[in-house]
């Protein structure tokens, strides 16, 4: 039986592996670099209008992902998520953009026309929340954790610093007792939808038992930690490897590239 709570969510332990025993070029490429990156893939999705950029972009860290080394197969059962969120705000979006219309539904006293920049809007959000999410995978998959605590550490202040580098610890343990709940409910014959729509009251009270649980376990591994010398605050000393000359460059490539292609260069869509 898979350990997962389901195939189309992000596997925690499975990104946690791949970061810490991964070997390839883009395992020991300075975390600097990867996030620095990330920062410029965030501005581009931002600024870019183009359906054209956006699915060059996706082309581009796909080629990335796959080139590490990472499983595609994953990769693609986890796009359901983003996939979901983003036709949940778009579908709503999409409906009487100005231009030509491709598909029309009327209802009283509604009448919705989908256009082809009705389109290009749905296929670009998509396109460009596909690029942010693989490249967020491929970060995490590729840096190891000390070096993504330390990188916490010193960028974000106190009390915020501490409050990411411990919800993370604590999150194994929420999901571990989740994971032993649906086991036992699937060992016994039931079934999560099926579970909830019959005995919807007993199914909260076990949810509810499992984030108390949750949080007695994390009490005492907080007390465990004041028991060795723990003063309150996660000191995150790992020297991180710095940024080599060849990504000093390749960082100013890709901003040259970004500024390029959002500015000056002149797409049909």
Known sequence: MSDELSPHIPDLDLITFYSEKGTSLFSRISPWTKALMLVLIVLFVSLDKSLILAVCLYLIVLSLYGLSGLPLKKLFQWYTMPIIFVLSLVVILMWNEPGNPIFSLSMPYVSLILTDNGLLLLLTLLFKSLASVTFSLFFLMTTR?????????????????????????FIFITLKMVKSMIKALKSRGGGLLQSIRKQSKMFSEVFALTIIRSYDRADRVNKAMEARGFTGKYVAATRIPVIGTYEYFTMLLATVLMIYSIWFVKLPF
Request: charged share 10%; no cysteine; proline share 8%.
């Open 145 to 169: 954790y000390n070096y993504l605590s330390a990188m916490i550490y010193r960028v974000f202040p106190s009390p915020i610093d501490q409050i990411f580098l411990m919800s993370y610890r």
